[in-house]
């Protein structure tokens, strides 16, 4: 049963809080560090070194399938780096991922990105086993308003063991309009191999400087997501949730501090 929840579930474990209450919809303009495990492209967005930490402690009411992360992000003059992990588990089946990216500006408005995962799979009494996979990202501002955004997850088509599709391969792009200063809508659309495609909105509305309200949804993987961000000094305290329609109610929350 684990195996399959982990499986259906497998894109809850792309963080932070932010990126789930908007259903993962701002794959164009994903501006904090766990752009890393989203469009790492998106890491060139960053002017300023960030650590996040991310935390789902029982998806669904299932401790079993609790997942965390942590991500840290450097601007350099050629780029930018950011290093991650995530744990995801218990004690009968465990995964763990290490993720290295690096985004670069290429021209003007235009940056791409790549990521290098180690991902290992632990399961007792059965054994263990691990893969190396790329992910590759591009963004590009189009004018001051509009962004589009595009990803690759899994671009080698690596799996655990001899069968196929064990990790899953995401295709990802859209676009995010900036109407007026505090409010972004974003949409785009997810494909994974041998699946439907999967329809994805939110919206983010900075209500004052210290509170921003977001929400979204997506079609095929039929949920509804909400969470609120609260921004005080260097720190952004962000909570999400997810309400699936058969698996019901889950909760997210995160914290980034950002060294301005």
Partial sequence: MYLLL?????????????????????????????????NVSCLQQLK??????????????????SNAFI?????FSFGNIAIGGMDYGFE??????????????????????????????????YGSDFA?????????????????????????????????DQIPTFLLTGISYLPVKDLSLNCALEKETERKENFLFG????????????????SEVSK??????????VFNLDYAFIYHNDLGLTHQAGIIIRFE
């Fill in 6 to 38: 982990s499986r259906l579930l497998y894109c809850q474990f792309d963080p932070g809080a932010k990126q789930i209450s908007l259903s993962h919809s701002d794959v164009a303009y994903n501006d904090d560090v766990f752009s890393l495990f989203n």
């Fill in 48 to 65: 300023c070194r960030e650590i996040g930490i991310y935390y789902s402690p029982s998806p669904f009411g299932l401790k079993e399938l």
């Fill in 71 to 75: 991500a840290y992000v450097e601007p």
């Fill in 92 to 125: 009968l089946y465990r995964e763990y991922k290490l993720v290295i990216g690096l985004s670069k500006n290429l021209y003007d408005g235009l940056a791409a990105g790549v990521a290098l995962n180690y991902h290992s799979v632990k399961i007792k009494n």
């Fill in 132 to 164: 190396f996979y790329a992910d590759l990202g591009l963004s590009l501002k189009i004018f001051n308003e509009l962004f589009w955004g595009f990803s690759i997850k899994n671009i080698n088509r690596a799996t655990f063991g001899k069968e196929k």
């Fill in 203 to 218: 919206v983010n509305y900075d209500l004052i400087d210290f509170i921003s309200i977001r929400t979204g949804f997506s």
């Fill in 224 to 233: 509804f997501t909400a969470g609120v961000g609260l921004h005080y000094s």
